[in-house]
């Protein structure tokens, strides 16, 4: 039976929106506290000549890379006040890394948040992704206006009702991982999710 058949009270429903159409934040007050973790990413693509300053910490207003991963933590621990119907939560971590990646000509940005709870970090993670991301592009704007903040999005997620969560591969994202050397910085400890047996 297509989805669009289903009975009215069958249909899946926006949490965040009332029978009548108005905005709601969803009470989680019965939901029992579990340890909740999620991680979300993004990219910023800038010139070479760009990549170079943000590495060699040559820009006007200082080290691109720490300011922005710092940047990136403090606006996840104030998700609630900039997404209106977000949960204020106490975070247990929050850990933003960005990793330059000269052949593909982007920064890296990974963002994992945690807490425990009733209710998930995943507007916090993409929030500290996100803020990390415009903090790149304030710092270098002064150099190159077209840069370009892309993909951010959620890439795991786990604990609560719905357990685990992996966002799946693509074929890049192979490439990618290959193309990681050793000790470059990297964010969290939530892996990928790996097959039975593997």
Not at 37 to 60: H, N, Q
Not at 97 to 118: Q, S
């Amino acid at each position: 039976m297509d989805r669009n058949d289903a009975p009215r009270t069958e249909r899946r429903r926006l949490t965040h929106v009332d029978r009548r159409g108005r905005p709601r934040m969803v009470d989680v007050s019965a939901k029992p506290p579990t340890a909740r973790r999620a991680v979300a990413e993004a990219e910023v693509a800038l010139s070479a000549e760009t990549m170079s300053l943000v590495i060699d910490g040559g820009g006007a207003k200082g080290d691109v890379l720490s300011v922005a991963e710092l940047a990136g933590v403090m606006g996840g621990k104030r998700t609630a006040e900039l997404i209106p119907l977000c949960h204020p939560l106490a975070l247990t971590d929050l850990v933003v890394a960005i990793t330059p990646d000269r052949a593909a000509g982007v920064l890296r940005i990974r963002a994992e948040a945690a807490t425990t709870g009733p209710t998930g970090v995943e507007m916090e993670a993409m929030t500290a992704a996100s803020v990390a991301a415009l903090t790149v592009y304030d710092m270098v704007k002064g150099v190159e206006r077209g840069v370009e903040v892309r993909a951010v999005r959620l890439l795991a997620k786990s604990g609560g009702k719905s357990g685990e969560w992996h966002r799946p591969e693509t074929p890049d994202a192979e490439t990618d991982r290959a193309r990681r050397r050793p000790g470059e910085r990297m964010a969290g400890r939530m892996g990928r999710k790996r097959p039975v047996g593997g």
